[in-house]
């Protein structure tokens, strides 16, 4: 793609960055056969190819953004299948996360939407925060027809209906400190991200990862003051927000390698992963942080890539349930992720399915889910309805949002896939998973 951006322009690195991406875009067109809101929509706008133009448009032009160009971008899942169709590398990530932010600076949004989204970045990034808010949320549910009435509440009706009914209490294990690997053979030594969400709506997701762990002999370390990956506010736009919190990662990340090394930073939350991987670029400008945050990036690793070099035992029971396996775009498109996850587990005995269309968003994305409601329905019903189609037991996946996605109005219950590769290596059944889906089994 021809570009005319002026030297002074060039002057800013962000600009940069977004003008290189731009001249590798051949308008090819075959980002529109994945992108989800191009399927569901059919509106060229809505598609990778037409948000390029209207962020080059928008960049060259130095201009605040418009309405318009708002309401595309604002629809924009970030679920980077398009990314992994270009055939010519368009970094479109990076992108859109630069045209995220330059809305933010000058675009004025409406005043209810200004507050739900000032909202939801000072509560979900923080754990107290979000536990107290959920809590809240049951005075809210009796209005939740009344304010899908009113298209300015709509996220809020959205925000209520994900809200779990109950909260599971706090996590001892996400107090920081060290679980030492069990047996005489140390075989690594890791952190584990608590994030934000997560440990709210499932801590027994790490729990379970740091049961698995030490059950191999790897010790896990929780660092001192980690804390929120970045992405939710990230992908609101809010990158100074963003930024802090992954210096703060680094930090927290840093001390514990110079105090006994990390052979990898594990992440149980797919969509975290992807921000996670990306530190090195997002504080490349910061002569303070850029080496140490490109160490971390390459050190952070989903929890089946970690496990699948390991040199598994045999499981202690084959249940051979079947399992559809749900991959997160953040897994698939973001961290590239395909392969790990079924061969795990396949190898643990279970028959694993793939859903047709699997390549296509179930509609979580973060906060996609409340800010854009209608759309992200849209989405869950056409996940479920090829998950269903398969015939499987349970769903598995590696990420938080989806399962908060899925489980909405699925029949079958969505797991986290470690804890399914925890049961078949020693650990309890599953919380939820139904007594006919362990006959094999039991």
């Not at 809200?163 to 599971?168: C, E, H, L, N, V």
Request: hydrophobic letters at 40%.
């Amino acid at each position: 793609m021809q570009t005319n951006f002026s030297l002074a322009q060039l002057a800013d690195p962000h600009v940069a960055e977004s003008e290189k991406i731009l001249r590798k875009c051949v308008h090819c067109g075959f980002c529109t056969a994945t992108c989800p809101t191009y399927v569901t929509l059919g509106n060229e706008l809505d598609s990778p190819r037409g948000r390029i133009y209207l962020i080059k448009d928008m960049l060259e032009n130095g201009r605040p953004a418009d309405k318009e160009i708002v309401t595309h971008i604002d629809r924009c899942l970030s679920c980077l299948a398009c990314m992994t169709i270009c055939p010519s590398g368009v970094n479109y990530m990076h992108l859109v996360d630069h045209a995220r932010a330059h809305i933010q600076e000058t675009y004025k949004r409406p005043l209810l939407d200004r507050l739900m989204r000032a909202m939801l970045a000072f509560v979900l990034p923080y754990p107290g925060r979000f536990r107290a808010a959920l809590k809240l949320a049951g005075f809210g549910r009796p209005f939740i027809g009344l304010f899908e009435k009113l298209p300015a509440l709509k996220p809020v009706a959205a925000m209520l209906k994900l809200a779990p009914a109950s909260i599971p209490p706090a996590s001892p294990k996400a107090s920081p400190g060290t679980h030492p690997g069990q047996g005489t053979e140390k075989r690594g030594r890791v952190a584990i991200l608590t994030g934000c969400a997560q440990s709210v709506l499932d801590p027994a997701i790490n729990d379970t990862t740091i049961s698995l762990l030490t059950r191999l002999g790897v010790e896990v370390v929780v660092p001192e003051g980690e804390g929120c990956c970045g992405a939710l506010v990230h992908h609101m736009g809010r990158e100074e927000a963003a930024l802090a919190s992954a210096r703060q990662n680094v930090d927290a990340w840093t001390r514990a390698i110079d105090q006994g090394g990390l052979d990898a930073i594990v992440i149980t939350a797919s969509g975290c992963g992807t921000t996670i991987k990306d530190y090195g670029f997002m504080l490349r400008l910061d002569p303070a942080y850029a080496e140490k945050a490109a160490r971390v990036s390459a050190l952070a690793k989903d929890v089946t890539e970690y496990l699948a070099v390991l040199d598994l035992p045999e499981p202690v029971r084959e249940p051979g349930t079947i399992v559809a396996y749900h991959s997160a775009c953040s897994m698939q498109h973001g961290q590239k992720i395909t392969r790990q996850p079924k061969e795990l587990l396949a190898k643990a005995g279970f028959v694993v399915r793939e859903p047709r269309e699997g390549h296509l968003c179930c509609g979580s994305a973060g906060t996609y889910n409340i800010l854009q409601p209608e759309i992200s329905a849209k989405l869950r019903d056409r996940k479920v309805k090829n998950i269903e189609a398969t015939g499987a037991e349970i769903v598995a996946t590696g990420n938080i949002g989806c399962i908060t996605q899925i489980a909405s109005a699925a029949k079958l219950p969505v797991v986290h896939t470690i804890k399914l590769l925890d049961w078949a290596y020693g650990g309890p059944k599953p919380e939820g998973v139904s007594e006919r889906g362990l006959a094999a089994a039991e």
